[in-house]
């Protein structure tokens, strides 16, 4: 099945920005404060790259990670706290569910993607 440049430029961004989360959840394990928020952010971040691998075979685009979100995050985390930080991520969790929608309807995979995207944005949000 040929993909359009509409569908492969959402897919495209998907996996990038799928790869960057796992980098700044690996990150922000690092330096939060709680034990459990770190195991989560561990947990988040192998669930985001089995999210890179659903759009990379979409794709068969090999991507590298951005570092900025895993550079910019863990400031964030220090300088406003997690109590401001996290609605923030929850808030991009569920972003995600919206920009994935155009394409979920075609390519089926992508439907967990999306529902696990808004699950990520309750467990964020949860650890508050």
Known sequence: MSI???DMKILLKAQQGELDAVLMYNKLAEVVKDEKDAETFRTLAGE????????????NQVLKP???????VPLLYKLIGKKRLYPIIAKSEYG??????????KFPEVESV?????????????LL
């Open 114 to 126: 999306m529902n696990d995207e808004h699950r990520h944005g309750d467990i964020v949000s949860g």
């Open 66 to 72: 951005k570092k900025t979100l895993a550079t910019v």
């Open 4 to 6: 359009s440049n509409e």
């Open 48 to 59: 985001e790259g089995h999210h890179a691998s659903v759009f990379k075979n979409l794709t």
């Open 96 to 105: 995600a569910v919206d920009t994935y929608k155009p394409v979920a309807e």
